[in-house]
């Protein structure tokens, strides 16, 4: 079955960078594209952006260009997420989730950002 | 951006009761719709695709209408496993957009 598997929780100081991971599995990875959700602590759910899994083509909210890169390494079929100069503010759940409908989640990973 | 604006924002019923959650687009967005179910420290689970269609594995007694701007997800007879957050994606425009949640509670 389709699986998104995520990497574990990180703790980070402000100013500081995060790269997340999310390892896929069941299904051929450079047939979709991956997509990032983030989810504050009880806020909304929030885009941030895709990746192209076979170009590496990248799309990204405006509110994160900039301080955002989205990657992939095929010969693992895993994506990545990488935020610099972290805030209070990007304390949050990130999720990958797969192709435009956003059909399969992964399991998520909590970054905290603290000094 | 479009806006989804998803009511209400929580809901107490009992078990076997019907629910009614509503989506509603700020433009037409044909069918590109999802609805999701989100248990606490968990990832979302999709329950309902292009508006209406029911995800392989997912109980019948949740159903998904609408189109253009109001969309609605029904729990016919709502059972314990069903008590969770359920939010609404669209998908038809970037940026993607979401409702904000509906909390589904126990009466």
């Known amino acids: 079955q389709v699986q998104l598997v995520q990497s574990g929780a990180e703790v980070k100081k402000p100013g500081a960078s995060v790269k997340v991971s999310c390892k896929a599995s069941?299904?051929?990875?450079?047939?979709?594209?991956m997509h990032w959700v983030r989810q504050a602590p009880g806020q909304g759910l929030e885009w941030m952006g895709w990746?192209?899994?076979?170009?590496?083509?990248?799309k990204y909210v405006q509110k994160f260009q900039g301080r955002v890169t989205m990657t992939r390494d095929t010969s693992i079929s895993t994506a990545y997420m990488e935020l610099n100069r972290l805030t209070s503010d990007d304390t949050a759940v990130y999720y990958c989730?797969?192709?435009?409908?956003?059909?399969?989640w992964g399991t998520g990973t909590t970054v905290i950002v603290s000094s | 951006d479009i806006q989804m604006t998803q009511s209400p924002s929580s809901l107490s019923a009992s078990v076997g009761d019907r629910v009614t959650i509503t989506c509603r687009a700020s433009?037409?967005?044909?069918?590109?719709l999802g609805w999701y179910q989100q248990k606490p420290g968990t990832a979302p689970k999709r329950l309902i695709y292009?508006?209406?269609s029911l995800q392989s594995g997912v109980p019948s007694r949740f159903s998904g209408s609408g189109s253009g701007t109001e969309f609605t997800l029904t729990i016919s007879s709502l059972q314990p496993e069903d008590f969770a957050t359920y939010f609404c994606?669209?998908?038809?425009?970037?940026?993607?957009?979401f409702g904000q949640g509906t909390k589904v509670e126990i009466k």
């Open positions: 989730a797969r192709e435009s409908s956003l059909d399969v």
């Open positions: 069941g299904y051929t990875f450079t047939d979709y594209y």
């Open positions: 990746i192209n899994s076979n170009t590496g083509g990248t």
């Open positions: 433009q037409g967005i044909r069918n590109d």
């Open positions: 292009a508006a209406s």
């Open positions: 994606l669209q998908h038809n425009t970037y940026p993607r957009t």
